[in-house]
């Protein structure tokens, strides 16, 4: 999902708020993005969603200084134009809603992966992955064979763990799929 917002000329705002449920707390997070929570009675954190770090274009494609500010359940993007800024300016970061089971591969796991094939894949994270279902792991599988095929294979030495986010709690016809990234640590 994205949240997008367009500054159509000078006189356009110039920061964009957005309002959470409730329940849900709002947490900034070190790269700009803000982690979506909520603090159970038990004193457990939940993890609902993301939104990944702020960005804005101008018309021309020149970046333009943005970041949020959290007060409450208000998520507000600030956009820091100058005179130089060609309008319209776009923000349109990107909102990840939902429970997600997170699963880690070294690159000797992703090696592993790469070599077996994707049905052997498949069979391997339905008894890996409880709960799932082996619809859900062979989309994954799946998922992970062209992630790295893609990258043309391993997640590189800087950032070696490749994390895929299982999300759950969808129904099948709105699942989603894994989410995929290579990281430094986990």
């Known amino acids: 999902m994205r949240l997008q917002s367009i500054s159509e000329n000078e006189g356009a705002p110039s920061r964009y ?3 959470f449920s ?3 707390d709002l947490v900034l997070r070190g790269d700009g ?6 603090r159970t009675q038990s004193g457990s954190v939940v993890k609902y969603g993301e939104i990944d ?3 804005a274009f101008d018309a021309s494609g020149t970046p333009v200084q943005t970041y949020y500010l959290v007060e409450g359940n208000l998520l507000t ?3 820091i134009t100058d005179p130089g800024t060609t309008y319209p300016v ?8 939902g429970k997600r089971i997170y699963w880690s591969l070294t690159r000797t796991e992703q090696r592993y992966f790469g070599t077996m094939g994707s049905v052997a894949a498949a069979a391997y994270l339905c008894g890996q992955t409880v709960g799932l ?3 859900a792991a062979s989309a994954a599988a799946a998922g992970i064979g062209l992630y790295l095929s893609d990258r043309g294979g391993l997640c590189p030495t800087s950032a070696p ?3 895929v986010g299982f999300p759950y709690g969808f129904p099948a016809q709105m699942w989603p799929g894994p989410s995929l990234a290579c990281l430094k640590t986990v």
């Open 33 to 38: 993005g803000t982690g979506i929570t909520e």
């Open 77 to 79: 993007q600030v956009i």
């Open 22 to 24: 409730d329940f849900v």
């Open 53 to 55: 770090a702020p960005w």
């Open 161 to 163: 763990w490749l994390q």
């Open 133 to 135: 279902g082996c619809a």
């Open 90 to 97: 776009i923000a349109d970061p990107k909102l990840t809603l």
């Open 17 to 19: 708020s957005y309002e």
